[in-house]
């Protein structure tokens, strides 16, 4: 198992005392991999929309992740059109292992909290291949195999929870306490230890507002993942998400 890496590198947490500076410092060395991204600028990183990422929308004026122009800090805009089922999603690339203590924090905000699903978090394929990788939120079912997501959908309730498959297997959902509004920015973190993960959620200037128990069997620690966003609408109304920050990382070995 790799050595635990810092879960929460904000402000906030920084000024908690002395104590918690070698573990932020850490996530700046060579043998921490991370990948960040502020989404400034006309273009994606890698040029042309997507660039590096991977992008797909279904549905009535649904739209692939698009750079939000003239925005403060950066931002990309996920717009699951005017369609019921209607949906939008973006990933990076298959890099992250629960077995390297992979992190990931996307910090975005939601145009409404009803008739709304959205997914942040890990996931084991691309997007293109699962339509969200949670299938049903309530006694959690899964189109991904092995995933661990920060999820919301009022088909079930108006509970943020953390979902994770393991090979398949399905465990049980973690239940936040927070409940979320509409256009506020939140920072959504999934942490991944081994096969184990739990969930952080802080507020739009980082304090962290709670996290979660940890999940045991959430996930295979071997299998690789990607960022995942995903977003849809639960009726004929459109609903967007609104993504300022993805900040992942983990250890390169599990040494």
């Known amino acids: 198992m790799a ?9 906030e947490r920084l000024r908690a005392g002395k104590s918690a500076i070698p573990s932020i410092l850490e996530l700046s060395t060579m043998d921490v991999f991370r990948w960040r991204d ?24 649904a739209a692939t992740a698009a750079i939000s122009t003239g925005v403060v800090n950066g931002a990309i805009l996920l717009d699951a059109g005017s369609a019921d089922a209607g949906r939008s999603d973006l990933s990076l690339g298959l890099h992250f292992r629960g077995d390297r203590n992979a992190h990931i924090w996307w910090r975005a905000q939601v145009s409404a909290v009803t008739s709304e699903k959205f997914e942040l978090g890990f996931t084991d394929v691309l997007s293109g291949t699962d339509a969200g990788a949670v299938n049903v939120k309530a006694t959690p079912t899964f189109r991904a195999d092995d995933a661990v997501v920060i999820c919301y959908d009022t088909t079930h309730n108006t509970t943020l929870q953390l979902l994770g498959v393991k090979a398949t297997t399905a465990e ?23 096969d184990n993960a739990r969930g952080h959620l802080l507020d739009a200037n980082g304090r962290l507002i709670e996290s979660t128990t940890w999940m045991d069997d959430a996930v295979t620690a071997t299998v690789l993942l990607t960022p995942w966003a995903f977003q849809q609408n639960r009726s004929a109304s459109q609903r967007t998400m609104t993504i300022d920050l993805l900040y992942a990382y983990q250890r390169r070995t599990t040494a």
């Open 38 to 61: 502020d989404f400034v600028g006309d273009l994606f990183f890698g040029g042309a929309a997507p660039g590096v990422y991977q992008s797909t929308a279904s549905g009535t004026g």
């Open 172 to 194: 049980t959902s973690v239940s936040f306490n927070t409940t979320i509004a509409l256009a506020t920015d939140y920072y959504f973190g999934v942490e991944l230890r081994d």
């Open 3 to 11: 050595l635990s890496l810092a879960h929460i590198s904000t402000t």
